[in-house]
């Protein structure tokens, strides 16, 4: 048995938002630890606040293909998948209405795009915590992570974006992004196995963990 070719469309962008949100974040992590040499090379970090708007993005789309991919059992790891995803929305709205933020944004010292923060382990056991502004800086306040308690899973982590509304820990949300991969593939390899259909006739797909 195998997909149905509408089940194919949606396993084809799902996995090809994984491929992209992959992509995507190593250009930020490989990007980051020039903000370390002496003096900052910028044009190597011109793409970053672009990368980390495409990441959201692709979360975004990640939850929508999830959430209405036909034959997908609605499984309480498909919800909890969902429900950490759902957040992306309402970040991601600041910036589809980039217009009509400039007078509020004014009235702060970050840059309309928003402000990039990073924190950095370096090879001689170091953290180091950084920001990036795009645009022309101006004197003020900008937000500085605090490294104390923080897991690290890779050199450059807690990749956060912060804007005029809130911020977003970009590291975790890619993270938890790829976490359905390998699931969802073992799941669809699954069905196509046991041939398995609901109540439409196409393959369900269960998915019971992420892990």
């Known amino acids: 048995m195998s997909l149905s070719r509408r089940q194919q469309l949606f396993f084809d962008g799902i996995e090809q938002s994984f491929n992209h949100i992959r992509l995507t974040y190593d250009r930020i992590t490989s990007a980051v630890p020039f903000l370390f040499t002496a003096p900052v090379d910028k044009s190597k970090l011109e793409g970053v606040t672009l990368d980390a708007w495409t990441v959201v993005d692709i979360g975004k789309r990640l939850y929508s293909l999830i959430m209405n991919m036909p034959g997908l059992a609605g499984t309480p790891a498909i919800e909890l998948y969902l429900r950490q995803l759902a957040s992306v929305e309402d970040f991601r709205h600041y910036i589809q209405h980039l217009d009509g933020k400039t007078?509020?944004?004014?009235?702060?010292?970050?840059p309309l795009w928003g402000w990039l923060a990073f924190l950095c382990r370096t090879g001689d056991g170091k953290i180091k915590s950084a920001g990036y502004h795009p645009g022309r800086a101006?004197?003020?306040e900008y937000p500085i992570l605090n490294p104390a308690g923080k897991t690290f899973h890779a050199a450059v982590d807690h990749v956060t974006l912060f804007n005029l509304t809130g911020e977003i820990n970009i590291s975790e949300l890619f993270r938890h992004a790829i976490s359905l991969e390998m699931p969802l593939v073992t799941a669809i390899k699954k069905a196509e196995e046991d041939g398995t259909r609901n109540s439409k006739g196409l393959l369900r797909i269960v998915i019971d963990s992420l892990q």
């Open 138 to 140: 101006v004197t003020g």
């Open 103 to 110: 007078i509020a944004v004014a009235n702060t010292s970050l």
